[in-house]
């Protein structure tokens, strides 16, 4: 292996859904119950090891305080190679703008059908739900997305949630080398190659449970 994928990926969902808690427990394995709008751009990094064991460098985007759909830039909906969509399972609100959300994403990217969606039902710790997983099942079907719930808050179905889209997105766009503007590809090299290769992946011990053997074969 002596290349790399650098991935776009943005977070949509309405305020206080869990998109920047999310993004704290994958990228540094922290969570506050503290709640401070995103402001400016949030970004944050991650290498992580496709099932198929492609490297890649996911670089994914917060909404960054402009959460209400119409006020989001087209930029930022730009170069993506997938989208995750977040709603709170305690707030039906949340999950009822999920229909506006995923009209504006696919308006804005009409190029990429097959674009890879996840929705992203979280909050699932706390005891009043306001949506079963029956109906946002249903929905995501419906909308031909994926459908996944996590606990933010508990550290539950995030990597597996994370891993089944990026798979997809290497069965999309990477496995068929359909190009896409959000997935670049890069060489590694010297001392990059070796940080690369030294990096954490997060999917070990749940590629270790699926498979029994762990299956990111990182070769140089
Ligand atoms: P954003 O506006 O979508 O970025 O939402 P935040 O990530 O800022 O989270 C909003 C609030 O929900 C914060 O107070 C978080 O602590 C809380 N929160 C996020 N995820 C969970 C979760 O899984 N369970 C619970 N109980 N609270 C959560
Ligand atoms: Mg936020």
């Keep these: 292996m002596n290349h790399h994928y650098v991935v776009k990926l943005i977070l949509l969902g309405d305020p206080g859904a869990g998109k920047t808690s999310l993004l704290h427990r994958f990228v540094d394995d922290t969570f506050t119950e503290k709640y401070d709008t995103t402001i400016g751009v949030d970004f944050q990094a991650k290498t992580v090891t496709s099932t198929s064991g492609n490297i890649l460098r996911l670089h994914l985007w917060d909404t960054a305080g402009q959460e209400h759909f119409r006020s989001i830039v087209t930029a930022y909906y730009r170069c ?3 989208a ?5 399972v ?17 308006q804005k990217n ?6 890879p969606i996840i929705i992203l039902g979280n909050k699932t710790d706390v005891e ?14 419906k909308h031909n997305v994926r459908y996944s719930e996590i606990s933010v808050k508990n550290n539950i179905g995030i990597d597996e949630a994370i891993l089944r889209i990026i798979d997809d997105v290497d069965d999309v766009f990477i496995k068929k080398n359909i190009p896409c503007t959000g997935i670049k590809k ?4 010297g001392i990059e190659k070796k940080l690369e290769l030294t990096q ?9 449970k699926k498979s029994n053997k762990l299956n990111c074969c990182i070769q140089s």
């Design 110 to 115: 009409e190029s990429l059908h097959d674009l």
């Design 186 to 189: 890069r060489p590694l090299v």
């Design 84 to 88: 995750l969509l977040v709603f709170d």
């Design 90 to 106: 305690t707030n039906r609100e949340t999950f009822d703008n999920l229909e506006h959300w995923l009209k504006d994403l696919r």
């Design 80 to 82: 993506i190679a997938a």
């Design 200 to 208: 954490y992946n997060p999917f070990e011990n749940y590629n270790k």
């Design 128 to 141: 009043k739900r306001k949506v079963s997983f029956e109906e946002a099942h249903e929905f995501a079907k």
